[in-house]
């Protein structure tokens, strides 16, 4: 249901017998490209199959032939020709109809899938001659007796199953009988004469089928316009004088309306649902239904007839309801892809329509108001958004009230279901919130909430106000809100600043109260009335993007590195010699120990020690989630938030981890680096190339803090974390076996790596000084983090390989293989022990 404008004078009725001229239009419909990428995959398994299934294809093939010689043969040439002549009068006979009835765009589209339906089969007809295997041969071509090979695809069948697909039969059952009854007696004729064989016949009717489907979705299928007159007509079959029939753009769903006046009533509105409605962002509900939870997302209906029967049933329970919506007085179908529904008109303006000063309370409270009355009976709207929000004013069919804009109707309640759960219920007072927020701030917004529906219902919704649950349009404003709101904070604070009204400190305060967004802002409001309400975000997703992401990153990643191995992955354990190896394991085993003592050295709080290992061996399995430098971050300040800590002192104690690990980090690069350099050699001073680096790092420095914006940028970035940091290394200066633990910690954590990639490489023969080892780890694991993939898979195998052969001379298989045994142990073999340790460590409220 569109939103309503009160109408101009209404336009005069179309004349009989003339047909409104409309704009072509054509639409991508995702049916097309579904069927057209089935029917390549079903093209590629009969090839495949023509390859490897030998057997079958060569009984197949040496059967039917014999059995159509001994068959009648006029009688199987005159059924031949008969099918023949049928398949080719079929198209003719639609394309003549086509054209009487001025519709030659589907003769067009039909015309142009069939000339690329006999390219195609010219195309494939020369590959299996010329290119295909003598069993793709064999399985897909005949040899009669004393004459030539036979095609693979009919050339003449494949055309015409393409122009018919493309050029459309539904609704014409007779016209689709015959073609495809012609097209089955004449595939059946030359499989009995030896002309064709299984497969061919098979791969011929795929060909056509992916040609037309194709065409359709590269140029799109001609869309069926609904005029005035079709609309007048199909009143008319409800009993209904329309006396002008005005279209209108529907501002809510893109799709069309219709305003109709008539002379024994007020004027009505028309919606017409049709297939590119159907079609109009499948692609956007099929991914939001696969990452969404099932309450969070209806279910799409499959046809015209189903959304029809959704919509009026809705529309239905919404008046019986009581709730403040447009009726339903009639609906009716004008074909087999289009209906109608017939709405009373209310005119009015939607809230996206109306000036701030327009938007009162009393229009606030009579929005919410329809909400709680369409609750009562357990149904929801599902689609809450400012364009189905109006506020009715007085009109034709609208009684005369002492408070016009208090008249608050609710539109489009298609999205929604009746006997809905709690969680949908909850779900629309999450999405009304934010959008009445957008336009009247979060004060009024929960104001009018909780004076209509009460804390209880409002603190209710609180966990499922989050983006992922809201609508596409309604995350989009509310970005748009956010970065609008921050950006005018900044400059107003800027300007203070200059004009000496505030304080560095002071303009700092205001900057990071203001970093608040709309939603927590709301939250708050609520959380102000009701302190102990329950706001811990309910898991909407059931698929994380960066779940996928990472899976397929993976895959592809292991797939690259197993492809560049000279030997099965299998193998790597077998050739590694079990003493080094065993080695390698005790040292990486350590590296969760060390790791445990660089977190809780930089904790003043006394923590458990053995949740702290548990912890650190719970993030080689978060790793395989997020980047390698995002994930462990994230499950340490969890930690220490759970072991009792405030959320500043663990975001400090964690930034102080992490600025001590990459100041270690360069320290030890630039030493092992300096011992590497210089290990051949008695003298003692820097190499050349350890200068050279030295040298090259401390200008890029200098060049990068003399440009203002970069330098300003960075210390935005940096100043709060120093900020936090600072204050908690000064209660550490007061322990020193604290900043023992932690800074003894950093360093053995990354001496345990280096010993574990050095064991690698001896476990196969290799030699390599630790100092190289060092070097080649500290700066593969730099690159590594710096990727945003999780684990570094792929970039810390790369990296590692690489300067292994480069620094230490080793051959290609042994520095993969090297690389690859230190990944095992390191990365992959302690993800199940992990995922044990994050489960019992979340059991235990420890995460």
Known sequence: MPSRRTPAAPPPAPAPGVRPLLPARRVRRPGDLVRCAAGLLALVLVLLMAGYARNTTAGLGSDLPVGGRQGPGPFASAIGFLSGAGVLLVPLAFAVDRLVRRDGARVADGVLAAVLAYALSLGLNTWVTDGAST?????LTNVPEGGTPTDAVHVYLAPVIACMTAAGLTGRPRSR?????????????????????????TLTVLLGFVAGHGTLWTIGAPADRTTARHVAAGLATVGITATAVRPETDPVRGGRR??????????????????????????????????????????????????????????????????????LLAATELGPDTALLVYTHVPGRTLDELAEDEIDDALLRSWWECVHTLHRRRVSHGRLTGRCLLAATPGPGTPETADPRAQGHLLDLTEGSIAAGDLALRLDVAHLLTVLALRVGADRATASATAVLGVTRVSAALPLLQPIGLLRSVRRDLRRHDRARKSALRTDV????????????????????????????????????????????????????????????????????????????SDIVARAAPGWALAALAAAALS???????????????????????????????????????????????????SGLRPVQAAASVGASQLVGLGCHILLLAGFGYVAGNERTQDLTPSRSVIAGLLTGAVLVLAIGSVG????????LLRPLLTGVVPRMLDLV????????????????????????????????????????????????AVGSAAP???????????????????????????????????????????LPGWLAFTVLQRKKAL
């Open 734 to 781: 007061q322990r020193p076996g604290k900043l023992a633990t932690g800074f003894g910690g950093t360093i053995l954590l990354t001496l345990c790596n280096v010993a574990c990639l050095t064991l690698s490489v001896r476990a196969f023969g290799g030699q390599v000084s630790f100092a190289v080892a060092a070097v080649v780890f500290l700066a593969g694991n």
């Open 494 to 569: 800027a300007g203070r600043l200059a004009a000496g009204e505030l304080t560095q400190a002071e303009a700092e305060r205001e900057l990071g109260a203001g970093e608040t967004d709309l939603l927590a802002e709301i939250r708050a409001r609520v959380l102000a009335e009701a302190p102990r309400a329950e706001a811990e975000p309910v898991r909407l997703e059931r698929l994380r993007p960066r779940t996928l992401f990472s899976v397929v990153a993976g895959a592809f990643a292991v797939y690259l590195l197993c492809t560049q191995l000279t030997v099965r992955p």
């Open 258 to 327: 219709h305003l109709v006046h008539r002379a024994d009533g007020p004027p009505l509105d028309v919606h017409v649902l049709d297939r590119e409605q159907q079609a109009s962002g499948f692609f956007y509900r099929l991914w939001r239904r696969l990452r969404l939870r099932s309450f969070a997302v209806r279910r799409t209906p499959q046809s015209v007839h189903q959304a029809l029967e959704q919509e009026a049933l809705l529309a239905y329970a919404a008046t019986a309801s009581g709730a403040r919506t447009p009726e």
């Open 135 to 139: 069993a793709v041969r064999a399985a």
């Open 709 to 716: 914006p970069v330098r300003r940028r960075l210390l935005s």
């Open 592 to 642: 969760h120990v060390a790791a445990a003592m660089s977190l809780t050295g930089f904790v003043p709080e006394k923590l458990r020690f053995g949740r702290s290992v548990a912890a650190q061996l719970a993030g080689s399995f978060v790793k395989l989630v997020a980047p390698a430098a995002v994930g462990g971050v994230a499950l340490n300040t969890r930690f220490l938030q759970r």
């Open 177 to 201: 009988l015959a073609l495809w009854a012609g097209v089955v007696l004449c595939g059946t004729t030359a499989l009995l004469g030896g002309y064709a064989t299984v497969l061919s016949l």
């Open 789 to 831: 993939i999780p684990g570094g898979i792929g970039t810390i195998e790369v990296a590692l390989a690489a300067g292994l052969r480069a620094a230490a001379g080793l051959d290609y298989t042994t520095a993969y293989l090297a690389v690859l045994l230190f990944r095992l142990l390191t990365f992959w073999l302690p993800v």
